[in-house]
């Protein structure tokens, strides 16, 4: 569709949006500080009922945290401390993480809720990547998705413990990538090559359905809108941006000559009205994704924001850092 087809995307958002540009008001503020980790958070994941959490540690743990209530429910002992990546399943009952050991590693979390530290073996390890892996992310409860530095993502059974489809068409290293809500089919990813690319899975990965550019270095992060019509990017050329499927095109650029440092992470709110970016300093940063205005800055932490995320019920934002905390926000 290309021009045109932005226009129309773009018109149509404006007529449902007839609403003014928005003020995001002083109430998201830090309602909770997750401290227990003794070296720098890399990634965190919501569970499925918005009240827990896992993260992943150069301290070389996962830790499953209640976040309301601010205690670690159980921490997981990984076998290398160069964890880069972590998710939770759909179900609940599984968090998965990787790294520089080019590894998925799946572990089931018990019910012995006495049992708070857990040296157990993984319930299921996936190795074919040749790099570290720098994203994973569940697809349902049976299979899950992975992004590596060897420039591949693969789809892994996880009962079967084997590749169900290798996507290979990057140029660079994968590092994000992120399955689509609106059709669980769809994910995209995004590389050093500078390019996002949107995969069916159904294709086993041969081609890419899509592929975007639009920016000038590095995409660090991906991250469809709720509804899977777009999604977002966060680069290394202190920009994000938002890409529509239905126009082929990129609809808006988020970017400010006072930021300096790269974008970390990005994540949506519910209504895909407000887009969070975290720089690789110390602040988190939110845009109107409408009027591509930047209306608040949350923090700061005291060194980089390594991740965003927002809860299923997009009721709190959680933010983590290399130092060595976690703040939830609401």
């Avoid at 399955?179 to 090559?193: I, K, M």
């Avoid at 995409?219 to 920009?239: E, K, R, Y």
């Avoid at 969070?276 to 800055?297: G, K, N, P, Q």
């Amino acid at each position: 569709m290309g021009d045109d087809g932005k226009k129309l995307v773009l018109a149509e958002a404006a007529e449902k949006g007839r609403v003014p540009k928005l003020s995001f008001k002083s109430f998201m503020i830090p309602r909770r500080v997750l401290k227990g980790h003794f070296g720098k958070i890399y990634a965190t994941a919501w569970g499925p009922d918005s009240r827990r959490l896992v993260s992943a540690s150069q301290d070389g743990k996962l830790i499953i945290w209640n976040a309301f209530t601010t205690f670690k429910e159980s921490v997981i002992v990984l076998r290398s401390s160069w964890v880069m990546t972590c998710a939770y399943s759909p179900n609940g009952t599984m968090v998965a993480a990787g790294g520089l050991d080019n590894t998925v590693s799946i572990y089931k979390l018990g019910t012995d809720t006495d049992k708070k530290v857990s040296q157990e073996k993984p319930a299921a390890e996936l190795a074919q990547h040749e790099g570290y892996l720098s994203c994973c992310r569940f697809l349902g409860d049976k299979a899950i998705l992975s992004s590596s530095g060897d420039g591949t993502c693969i789809l892994w059974d996880i009962e079967r413990r084997t590749p169900k489809g290798v996507f290979t068409e990057h140029k660079g290293d994968v590092m994000s990538l992120s399955p689509n809500e609106g059709d669980s089919n769809l994910f995209v990813s995004g590389s050093t090559d500078t390019l996002a690319k949107v995969w069916d899975i159904r294709q086993n990965g041969k081609k890419s359905v899509l592929s975007f550019s639009g920016h000038d270095a590095d995409i660090n992060s991906v991250q469809f809108l709720p509804d899977g019509t777009a999604f977002g990017t966060g680069s290394d050329d202190a920009s994000c941006g938002l890409f529509d499927l239905r126009a082929a095109a990129q609809l808006n650029k988020y970017a400010d000559s006072k930021i300096l440092g790269g974008m970390t992470s990005v994540a949506f709110s519910r209504t895909g009205r407000f887009l969070f970016a975290s720089d690789d300093e110390t602040m988190v940063h939110v845009w109107d994704t409408l009027h591509a205005s930047r209306v608040a800055d949350l923090g700061p932490h005291e060194l980089r924001v390594s991740c965003v995320q927002v809860s299923p019920d997009g009721q709190a934002l959680c933010t983590a850092s290399w130092d060595t905390t976690i703040k939830i926000w609401a």
